[in-house]
Nanobody
Framework: QVQVEESGGGSVQAGGSLRLSCHYS????????VAWFRQAPGKEREGVAF???????????EYSDSVKGRFTIWRDTAKNEVYLEMGNLKPEDTAMYFC?????????????????WGQGTQVTVAS
């Protein structure tokens, strides 16, 4: 069992930046990866960014089109942590952000492939 916990988030003006952190309780297997998802009221949960976590393997990184060029994901495998730097934030980025971990090679965008989830952290971007 892997426990996942997010931190960071908050409120910011449009154009501003925020950083989210995700800690997972133990190293994931060789297929392991961590993703950030977000969900706004009345909308489906959306995969935002993903990174593989096995330290012996060069990180594979993915972004959704909606955040590419504005958000950056990276990892610290020594700390079992993944970070999401969100820049040039827009009001449409307002959502609850969740960190999730998986140990399989299924599509990173599929939330159903992630058995381990954090409680979520709210990000609000004012116009």
């Amino acid at each position: 069992q892997v426990q996942v916990e997010e931190s960071g988030g908050g409120s910011v003006q449009a154009g501003g930046s925020l950083r989210l952190s995700c800690h997972y309780s133990k190293p994931l297997n060789f297929q392991g990866g961590v993703a950030w998802f977000r969900q706004a009221p009345g909308k489906e949960r959306e995969g935002v960014a993903f990174i593989t976590t096995k330290k012996e393997i060069t990180a594979a990184i993915e972004y959704s089109d909606s955040v590419k060029g504005r958000f950056t994901i990276w990892r610290d495998t020594a700390k079992n942590e993944v970070y999401l730097e969100m820049g040039n934030l827009k009001p449409e980025d307002t959502a609850m952000y969740f960190c999730a971990a998986k140990e399989n090679s299924y599509s990173w965008r599929g939330s159903r492939y992630y058995p381990y989830w954090g409680q979520g952290t709210q990000v609000t971007v004012a116009s």
